[in-house]
């Protein structure tokens, strides 16, 4: 048994292997994107590396695509198969596969749980702490993304590779809760001791998007543009971040090209590029900006996915894609997709269930919430999708939008309310408010 440089006991006798799988949790870390290639030649050195087919596990589900389902089940079988020719691996090994077999029946938050108690000795061990905490990013649990990140914070050693990446998640974590000023100090200083730790970039920009001061949010993600230009498609998503700052400057045009050059610049199908790219459309659009024709791919791709319900997250962002270009068959489709999910027993059952129902009936146009108890209960549940506050916004100005378009502007004004208890108002949700007014008034 051996510990490698982020403190993982594995089996692995492969300097080679051992290697190239440091580079693969680096690469997770720093969201690089050759994380695929590293964990290729751990598993080309040791074919029976178990973290590296746990990893692989782990990678494959994050995505959220259905069709990986079967690449995640074959990753945890050969992590079985290779903890049992390793005599059982060692402690480590024995925790991460445990924790991917309850990832892969759905169970999220019990495999982040098991995580957290697997390694409640090393709770800064970079490898289980990140996935634990972007298994609880994917399930809305603020909560318990923020007790294991105080406790890594804790416990972590500042002169360690690993240390600014447990600060960066750390202030993120607290950026969510609302501890703004605490979220910029830890962030900062993670990006001080680890430059290339872009979750950290990431949470401080939330920072100055959630208090309202667009300057400094876009002079602090150009600063450090150098760094977060490197990953793998965050970076797609750090440009949405920018795009968001820019629109709240009223800048439109430099919005469409952000949109056209880094937001959007390959029409791929991963959920996190598409809820970038819908939601950012989407307040165009509720700005006044004609975007021309740029729904039409991601609308083709949403309709190609409408069956999907793997993510409620992505299943409602879809939606809204298909809902902007008029698209009743696939819409029809994905709200009963949804329904039929709700009745299941993992995470996303429950979360469709508890807000993927109400909350696809009201963007598909098919519901709106009938009172001001519903209408608390709705937002109530909004971080139960997953994501942060930023990207759960859209969905709140979508609710918004709805009850405004009934009139209520009791409703809206109640909204409102609910919102500025995270996010300082905006010029998004003041134009809702007088398009309220001006249909109240006509």
Known sequence: MKRDA?????????????????????????????????????????????????LKGFANLILARSELATVAATALADARIALAKKCGGTADERILVAALEAAESGLFAQAARILDIGFEDRPATILPF?????????????????????????????????????????????????????????????????????????????????????????????GSRKAWSRCNNFSFHMAWHLGLLHLERGDHDRV?????????????????????????????????????NRWMDVAEIAHRRKSDTTLIFAALHNLAAMVAVGDREGISELVAQIDARALGLDDQARIAAEIG????????????????????RMVANLPKIGGSNAQRDFFVLALAKAVGAGGDGAAVHRIGQLRQQLKADDRLFKSIERSVGIRLSA
């Not at 300097?15 to 690469?27: L, M, N, S, W």
């Not at 993670?190 to 949010?217: N, R």
């Not at 696809?360 to 108890?373: E, K, N, S, W």
Request: hydrophobic letters at 45%; a negative charge.
């Open 6 to 54: 982020y403190d993982l006991a594995t089996s692995t006798d492969s300097v080679e292997a051992q290697r190239a799988f440091e580079g693969a949790v680096f690469a997770i870390a720093a969201h690089r994107p050759n994380t695929g290639a590293a964990l290729q030649a751990t598993l080309l050195a040791d074919p029976d590396h178990v973290a590296g087919h746990v």
């Open 130 to 222: 990140k996935l634990a905490h972007a298994l609880r990013f994917m399930v809305g649990d603020a909560v318990g993304m923020l007790a294991a990140s105080t406790r890594a914070a804790h416990h972590v050693d500042t002169a360690s590779g690993a240390a600014g990446f447990v600060l960066g998640c750390h202030a993120f974590s607290l950026e969510e809760h609302g501890h703004y000023d605490e979220a910029l100090k830890v962030g900062q200083r993670a990006v001080a001791l680890q430059p290339d730790d872009s979750w950290g970039l990431h949470a401080v920009s939330h920072v100055f998007e959630m208090q309202g001061d667009a300057k400094q949010g876009i002079d602090w993600l150009e």
């Open 256 to 292: 469409l090209e952000l949109y056209d050059d880094e937001v959007r610049p390959q029409q791929t199908d991963d959920f996190r590029d598409m809820a970038n790219a819908i939601s950012l459309l989407w307040r165009l659009e509720q700005s006044g900006v004609h975007v021309g």
């Open 357 to 376: 129902v109400p909350m696809a009936r009201v963007l598909a146009g098919l519901d709106a919430p009938a009172d001001q108890r519903m209408i608390d």
